[in-house]
């Protein structure tokens, strides 16, 4: 599976200029005016794994295939677009269809780049954000309960709806859902109120270390848990940069980590995702699967016939197969286990999978 990201925000606060630096492309128009994106762009970028790429050396492997993410460049919103205001419905739709949710928030002063707001205060901005996401989720909602279509809906989608009716028009936190529902459920119900969110924190050169006064107001309110400061100019700097470049570059400027890999984290964490390994001569290759997936679902994700005639997987873990430098004495030295259809894959699992056809 891929998962995809949409990257959402308030116009001109640098949505289109991550999409180019996370894609490490110039897809995504760039322009300093309102709606330059209507249709979305959309770059399937490949999971950086360094674990992926000892595991290719160790098998010798012909190639080495990374798991992907998308990103989804997804046009300005503006207060007013639940009513259509700024093309807002069109956009709005196209979330639906993602994933999870990468808020970009405008944390920097220019003079050059225009804001829509009189002021920059990435709380605002982020609820203005919020507010036309919930109130599309009420308007989908009250036409699902309308007698006419309720027949359609089935129970456990019903419940849902309802919870989340009351949630929003009492000013309840809607992510009570999620303790009752589980992520297939809510993710059938389409509301975009209860998609995982990660807010990124758009800053200046200066303030990418250590942030500025608008990320310490942000993280006050919204907590670091699922907040990123990045600088979106700066990621296309290292961009554009030769690779033996851009660890000098990163490390002048003081940076641990590109703003694709911090993202990328964060997002296997709130979609509660893990990746295992298949690895041979002929090609290494990493696989995402949810958290506490099992063997045959696992197997699934490379064909549904694997998942079908599923018998055992023969079963070692990452660290095992490269101190054992293979299959051959991982299962010489008894590092190798098979498991039946029962076994939660763990997350660097490597995996041969036995199945009838």
Known sequence: ??????????????????????????????????????????????????????????????????????????????????????????????????????????????????????????????????????????????????????????????????????????????????????????????????KPKIFVCNVDERSVQDGNKYTKNFIEKFGKDNTLIVSADIENQINELAEDEKKNYMDMIGLKDTGLSMLIQKGYKILELDTYFTSGPEETRAWT??????????????HTDFEKGFIRAETISYEDFVANDGWVNSKANGKMRLEGKDYIVKDGDVLNFRFNT
């Not at 995809?4 to 630096?21: H, Q």
């Not at 699967?289 to 994700?301: D, H, L, R, V």
Request: proline share 4%.
């Open 1 to 194: 599976m891929s998962f995809k990201c949409g990257i959402v925000g308030l116009p001109n606060v640098g949505k289109s200029t991550l999409f180019n630096a996370l894609t490490n492309s110039s897809k995504a128009q760039a322009a300093n005016f309102p709606f330059c994106t209507i249709d979305p762009n959309v770059g399937v970028v490949p999971v950086p794994d360094e674990r992926l790429n000892k595991l290719s050396e160790v098998s010798k492997s012909k190639k080495t295939i990374n798991t992907t993410i998308s990103f989804v460049d997804i046009a300005g919103l503006v207060k007013g677009a639940s009513k259509g205001e700024g093309l807002g419905n069109k956009f709005l739709s196209h979330i639906r269809e993602v994933d999870a949710v990468i808020h970009m928030i405008r944390c920097f002063d220019s003079d050059d780049i225009q804001n829509v707001n009189p002021d920059v205060d990435p709380i605002r901005d982020l609820e203005i954000i919020e507010t036309e996401m919930m109130l599309a989720d009420l308007e989908s909602i009250q036409k699902r309960l309308e007698k006419n279509n309720k027949k359609n809906v089935d129970e456990d989608q019903l419940k849902i709806l309802q919870i989340a009716l009351d949630c929003i028009n009492n000013d309840k936190d809607i992510s009570i859902l999620k303790s009752q529902f589980d992520t297939k459920q809510l993710n059938q119900s389409g509301l975009l109120s209860i």
């Open 289 to 302: 699967i949810q958290k506490n997936c099992t063997a045959p679902k696992a197997a699934g994700e490379i």
